[in-house]
């Protein structure tokens, strides 16, 4: 499609960084998100940290990546057809899958934690996505907190599974190769060959699977941490393998060490960032540069993922902040 | 359907035949939110996953299933709205 201006006819250019389709602005080695450096709360005289800024994807979190790759495997296997998709998503991958969807007019049906913030939900209503709220113990017999895997297992495999099908995030392995042909050389690229240490919190695990794979393939001696939160965290997103189903993806050969991280420091850590750096993350991404924190190196560069931006996460905010920033009389 | 001889009026009734579990317990779960205490819901499953899951949950909900029937591919619950 083209635009017509002045009678001239203005297509699609990168190198003016104009579009003629939002698919285009979807991240690859040719189109990286940013890094920044966290120069101030963790200033470069030893470790230099830097985040990966994914919430500036064109749907809005490092989902964008994985949701891409889950419907185009989908749809060039022959494996959509004419149904519709169902998925369990704690919001990010929904909102890129239904963007995507939409895009191709396929019909999306989401199932959710209860907990995930009502932005993420309206957002995906909005873009044509049906939401089904799902309590993370639904399944009152058999009981792994996570009902809302369980629920679109259900929807996909009921009626001889021809309604629905499932990309499922947590065990598709074009997840993975999203971010083994991405987010791998992307980081590779962006520390010119240097990077160290690579941080990213468990989730579906595709981004430590994938970007780990392909670092330690590229240099043997990048250490990959994971950041996992406590059980019964408050860290929408991440998951906590305590009382979290495994995914079928999760490479534990590629994963170094694992770095326990609680609500509060987080929390903590998520506040700096927006007042110190500027940068306005989630929540997972303050638990990420807390770990960050806590690696005993005296030099080197590491990189962690910075998955989605706070704006969806004002609920959860309002709790860290109680009155502060209001009057005080 | 009847309890000790006296008979149950269903307020709503649910089909959920060829669902497979947790589908029924979340779709009856909804139904029974949207009943007022005391009223009765009758459930139609297909997956034997239900005898277990539905007692499961109205014990879970403070719920009273009232009667349970299986003739080995269909299961009919009866499930009161408890107070709660």
């Not at chain 1, 306005?280 to 303050?286: A, C, L, Q, R, W």
Request: aromatic share 6%.
């Amino acid at each position: 499609m083209t635009s017509v201006l002045n009678d001239r006819v203005l297509r699609s250019d990168r190198s003016l960084q104009r579009f003629d389709d939002i698919r285009d602005l979807l991240p690859g080695p040719d189109n990286p998100t940013p890094m920044v450096r966290v120069s101030r709360i963790l200033p470069a005289t030893g470790l230099d940290v830097f985040l990966k800024l994914e919430w500036l994807n064109p749907f809005g979190s490092i989902k964008d990546r994985a949701a891409a790759y889950l419907l185009s495997g989908l749809i060039e296997r022959g494996e959509l057809g004419d149904r519709e998709l169902v998925e369990a998503s704690s919001g990010n991958t929904a909102i890129a899958l239904a963007a995507l969807a939409a895009l191709d007019g396929v019909k999306l049906t989401v199932t959710i934690p209860d907990g995930v913030p009502e932005e993420k939900k309206i957002q995906l209503r909005m873009l044509g996505a049906e939401v089904w709220p799902t309590p993370d113990d639904l399944c009152p017999v058999d009981n792994p907190k996570d009902g809302a895997i369980a629920l679109a297992r259900s929807l996909a495999a009921s009626d001889g599974g021809n309604r629905y099908v499932m990309p499922n995030q947590y065990e598709n392995p074009d997840n993975v190769k999203a971010h083994y042909e991405t987010t791998g050389p992307e980081i590779w690229n962006q520390t010119e060959g240097n990077v160290e240490y690579f941080l990213a919190g468990f989730g579906t695990t595709g981004t430590l699977t994938g970007t780990g794979r392909y670092l330690k393939e590229r240099n043997p001696d990048v250490k990959v941490i994971a950041i996992e939160p406590e059980k019964g965290h408050r860290l929408p997103g991440l998951k906590s393998f305590q009382e979290a189903k495994q995914p079928g993806i999760l490479d534990w050969d590629v994963i170094d060490e694992v770095i326990r991280v609680d609500d509060e420091p987080a929390y903590a850590m998520t506040k700096r960032l927006y007042r110190e750096e500027g940068l306005m993350v989630g929540p997972s991404t303050g638990a990420i540069v807390h770990a960050a924190s806590l690696i005993d190196a005296e030099r080197g560069v590491a990189v962690g993922v910075s998955p989605d931006s706070g704006l969806k996460y004002t609920e959860f905010f309002a709790d860290v902040l109680g009155d502060e920033g209001t009057p005080q009389i | 359907m009847t309890i000790d001889n006296q008979p149950i009026a269903a307020t709503d009734t649910l089909d959920c035949s060829g669902l497979l579990c947790p589908l029924p317990v979340y779709k009856a779960a909804l139904a029974l939110g949207k009943l007022e205490a005391g009223d009765i819901l009758e459930l139609i499953t297909t997956d034997p996953g239900a005898l277990e899951d539905i007692p499961a949950m109205a014990r879970q909900r403070g719920d009273t299933l009232l009667s349970t029937d299986d003739n080995g591919t269909t299961q009919v619950f009866y499930l009161e709205k408890g107070a709660a």
